[in-house]
């Protein structure tokens, strides 16, 4: 049975996403996530990939450039803290050519309290992912 870290990373990378070079995949996410985990991998080939969190529309965006040469022996692996903001997203490019897909899988790690009764929005309105 695995606890803690070892099983967030274990039901993150279950949820892994295709992403061909040259491609962008999104994640937004909920105010009440305090932080996510990010895990990106490939099947044995380079990895080179650009990691964004961009935190509401009028903030600059954090900017992490990852490069591998080996996606299966060194993936690379995240915990990303985020602000309680509206409108946080994690954005991911492939930045390798169309015959270097990476396997991405983004998800909330830590979560925090929210107020209900002082925000005027609706909470249900936003997925966790």
């Not at 903001?85 to 492939?94: E, F, T």
């Not at 925090?112 to 249900?124: H, K, Q, R, T």
């Amino acid at each position: 049975m695995q606890d803690g870290l070892a099983a967030s990373i274990a039901s993150v990378v279950s949820k892994s996403e295709v992403i061909q070079g040259g491609s962008v995949r999104t994640w937004s996410f909920n105010p009440v996530v305090q932080s996510v985990a990010v895990i990106i991998k490939t099947d044995g080939r380079p990895l080179n990939s650009r990691i964004e969190l961009l935190m509401g529309p009028n903030n600059s965006k954090q900017v992490v450039e990852i490069y591998t040469e080996d996606g299966v022996d060194r993936p690379f692996f995240a915990i990303v803290e985020t602000r309680e903001a509206v409108g946080s997203v994690i954005r991911i490019k492939n930045t390798a050519p169309l015959e270097f897909p990476v396997y991405a899988s983004v998800a909330p790690y830590t979560l925090g309290e929210y107020d209900f009764v002082s925000d005027s929005y609706n909470l249900n309105e936003w997925p966790m992912l």
